[in-house]
T-cell receptor
Framework: GAVVSQHPSWVICKSGTSVKIECRSL??????MFWYRQFPKQSLMLMAT?????????EQGVEKDKFLINHASLTLSTLTVTSAHPEDSSFYIC?????????????FGEGSWLTVV | GEDVEQSLFLSVREGDSSVINCTYT??????LYWYKQEPGAGLQLLTY?????DMKQDQRLTVLLNKKDKHLSLRIADTQTGDSAIYFC???????????FGTGTKLQVIP
């Protein structure tokens, strides 16, 4: 079963509104979570690194005031797309690290499809 | 920065083998991954390999790594129509760090 859960899987929102996507690690604590975005027919691009209890680290070109990331607990990180516009429509996916040192400890959520109309 | 490249498209006949290739630039990569993404779905980790390995086999999947040339490949034996998807190779430095994805290869399996 899934060890990282995202919610919602699909969301449609009106232009100008905000939408929140949750990423939960179900049976382990994740001090670090990552948020990615995938535009149609393109690869996944890292948006930001979410650190529990501290501010997120954003990749170059990602607006931190538009994509608010909160990692309030060791099992939950949220991504809020503020004042969404149609160009924000994308597939957003999170990942969480479980432990260290072995290659299969990065788990991805199922992803969230955002459509802004 | 890191750069991971793949060919965009591969078409094979059902029952044949598929080989998807990937090149990367970061010599400090320690983990290399193959992910599968079906239409409208999330990512599925297929397999991974440590950078100190040359090969890893898992049922129908064989991963080959040429660290000198920074070349990674995924071979799918007896390809089935259910294997049709986009395949991403990816790399990370350390198993718990951010993952850098390739451009993705769309595999089309012809019945």
């Amino acid at each position: 079963g899934a060890v990282v859960s995202q919610h919602p899987s699909w969301v449609i929102c009106k232009s100008g509104t905000s939408v929140k996507i949750e990423c939960r690690s179900l049976d382990f604590q994740a001090t670090t979570m990552f948020w990615y975005r995938q535009f149609p027919k393109q690869s996944l691009m890292l948006m930001a690194t979410s650190n529990e209890g501290s501010k997120a680290t954003y990749e170059q070109g990602v607006e931190k005031d538009k994509f608010l990331i909160n990692h309030a607990s060791l099992t939950l990180s949220t991504l809020t797309v503020t004042s969404a516009h149609p160009e924000d429509s994308s597939f957003y996916i999170c990942s969480a690290s479980r432990g260290r040192g072995t290659g299969n400890t990065i788990y991805f959520g199922e992803g969230s499809w955002l459509t802004v109309v | 920065g890191e750069d991971v490249e793949q060919s965009l498209f591969l078409s094979v006949r059902e029952g044949d083998s598929s080989v998807i290739n990937c090149t990367y630039t970061d010599s400090s990569s320690t983990y290399l991954y193959w992910y599968k993404q079906e239409p409208g779905a999330g990512l599925q980790l297929l397999t991974y390999i440590f950078s100190n390995m040359d090969m890893k086999q898992d049922q129908r999947l064989t991963v080959l790594l040429n660290k000198k040339d920074k070349h990674l490949s995924l071979r799918i034996a007896d390809t089935q129509t259910g294997d049709s998807a986009i395949y991403f190779c990816a790399e990370s430095y350390g198993g718990y760090q951010k993952v850098t994805f390739g451009t993705g290869t769309k595999l089309q399996v012809i019945p």
